[in-house]
């Protein structure tokens, strides 16, 4: 059987000044990632981790105090970007185009070479009692992960480029579920909203771009 996908752990704490260089780009890839909304360790702290290293390095022949922070804060550094791998790993399911847009480079694929996945021809919604809302993809084709997003009482403005998730400024009313299955539901939300869904489909040659985008208002 052919081994997932997972981001490439190709730093080292032996060479910190390439692993602060990871970090920076990591950092920045995921800054405001709609694909990855809980991230365990914040952009900001893989950036502040990265520029202690920098730091430390500067100062590495200061002695032992300059030897002993340039060794913790790598090992700092190093802990960070495998938890941040793991969580990528967990939301991407092997699928390469959302490692890449997280900043980490893939192990490569094994599987066969395909193409990308076919976009759903339609969201459908059920409106549930208690701020539920399940929504379905149709005829969606090649899927290896779906992204479901919702708009609640507001203009659809997300969009989608180069793989990744852009949101408008205000995002508080955007919410995202990442899912291996076609359908998933969208709790507590408030009732007699307006409500907009649309989907991305991935698989390991990239993404089918945003389906139709469907709409229905939540019930109490």
Known sequence: MSKKIKARINWSKKSPLTMAGIAHGVASAMNGNATFPSPPVKASENETAATRV????????NGDLGKDELKNSCTDLDDKLHVTADYVNSVANGVETI?????????????????????????????????VIKAKAL???GARM???????????????QNGVLQLPPDSANVFIINSTKGSVNFSGLPAKKDVSVAVVVYNSAGDSGLSPIATSTTIA
């Open 146 to 160: 779906y992204t479901f997003i919702l708009v609640l009482d507001a203009v659809f403005n997300v969009t989608l």
């Open 139 to 141: 005829g969606a084709k």
């Open 54 to 61: 920098e730091l430390a390095w500067a100062n590495r022949k």
């Open 99 to 131: 490692i890449h847009s997280a900043g980490f480079e893939s192990t490569g694929s094994t599987y066969a070479r395909t193409s990308n996945p076919v976009a759903a021809s339609s969201v459908t919604i059920t409106s549930n009692k208690g701020g």
